[in-house]
């Protein structure tokens, strides 16, 4: 194992890559040095790093000689184009965007529910998207006690999932409003501000949404289950960050509320705030910039047998994006073998 790396950024101007640029330093990871890129047109721009400042350069096929390892948030086009080129270069590629997703030669890694499964990598490893990985850090713990046949969840999203522009959506919508103006949409295809949109990404002609979708798909995928169901209903929220989720379970074996709690409070990863007397529950604006996913509401569900529900928060950005990017790029550097590639098309 190297005591140093050499790490690329793609996508570093982005509001998910200057978070993986603050969680490099922020977790201590062991880099030598850093190189941020984008695309042209943010190409020389100044950003600030660990006390200083990096230019960005652009990105290009030879942007990846000589690192060791690089994490994307530049979407699906770019990773599509690049990804391959890094790992075929010798530098595995950490990727945020859901076009590896579901590709069967690329692990779809949550460090706290499926580790082991980076050792299939090729060289491409994906990140799931941001409402997954908080479910499914939350539901681990019960899945892997008693099994779970059935989900069905409601995500109540916020802008930050769209980057800067839903957050200056957001941001503009309400301001004029407040003073009498007119608001304006074009991120979202209605105001945001003071409303609820039950449309994230496009719909498809099941009738759900691609997002809703990703949930259900990347959960078979991650818990290595064709069993488990899946229905979710995903909805954008006039909050700048953090996901709230409204979660119901089926389990396969019975399980009480207190031995859930009990397990959920011995999980990494997870904060456990479940006091409803003293209005202690899990907060979007209390996950702001942490890493842990809240975790509450915990209650039998009487519509159906051995039924659970709860309330799961996280930083979408941090947790659902950033952070575990990292915390893979973590697990890959323990192990000399995990940082090899063979990646062909």
């Not at 991120?187 to 003071?194: I, K, M, S, T, W």
Request: glycine residues 8%; proline residues 6%; aromatic residues 6%.
């Amino acid at each position: 194992m190297l005591n140093e790396y050499n790490v690329g950024v793609l996508g570093a101007t982005g509001a998910v890559g200057q978070e993986m640029l603050n969680c490099l330093v922020e977790r201590g990871f062991p880099f030598k040095t850093v190189k941020a890129l984008a695309s042209e047109r943010s190409a020389g721009t100044k950003i600030d790093f660990d006390g200083g400042e990096i230019v960005v350069e652009r990105v290009g096929p030879d942007s990846f000689k000589g690192l060791d390892l690089a994490i994307f948030s530049a979407g699906a086009k770019a990773s599509a184009e690049y990804a391959p080129i890094a790992a075929k270069s010798g530098c595995p590629v950490i990727d945020n965007s859901s076009n590896w997703r579901m590709d069967p030669r690329v692990p779809l890694i949550i460090p706290e529910v499926n580790p082991g499964a980076l050792k299939r990598h090729k060289g491409i490893i994906a990140n799931p998207n941001c409402s997954t990985i908080q479910m499914l850090v939350a539901l681990k713990p019960i899945y892997d006690a008693v099994g779970i046949k059935r989900i069905v969840v409601a995500t109540y999203q916020s802008v930050s999932g769209s980057g800067y522009k839903g957050i200056e959506e957001l941001a503009d919508q309400s301001r004029n409003l407040l003073s009498g103006q007119d608001a304006v949409n074009s991120v979202y295809p209605h105001r945001v501000a003071f409303n609820c949109l039950p449309h994230i990404d496009v719909f498809l002609d099941n009738g759900y949404t691609k997002e809703e979708m990703k949930m259900a798909n990347e959960t078979v995928k991650i818990f290595d289950d064709q069993n488990v169901k899946v229905s979710a209903t995903c909805v954008r929220v006039p909050v700048f960050f953090g996901h709230s989720e409204a979660i119901w379970i089926e389990t396969g074996r019975p399980i009480s509320p207190d031995a859930a709690r009990e397990l959920l409070n011995r999980a990494p990863g997870i904060l456990v705030v479940d006091d409803p007397k003293a209005n202690r529950y899990p907060l979007a604006s209390e996950s702001v910039s942490r890493d842990e996913v809240f975790v509450g509401r915990l209650r039998a569900d009487p519509s159906c047998e051995n039924g659970l529900a709860m309330w799961v928060v996280a930083d979408n950005v941090r947790k659902g994006a950033a952070t575990n990017a990292v915390e893979i790029a973590e697990l890959m550097i323990r192990d000399p073998q995990l940082m090899k590639t063979d990646w062909t098309d």
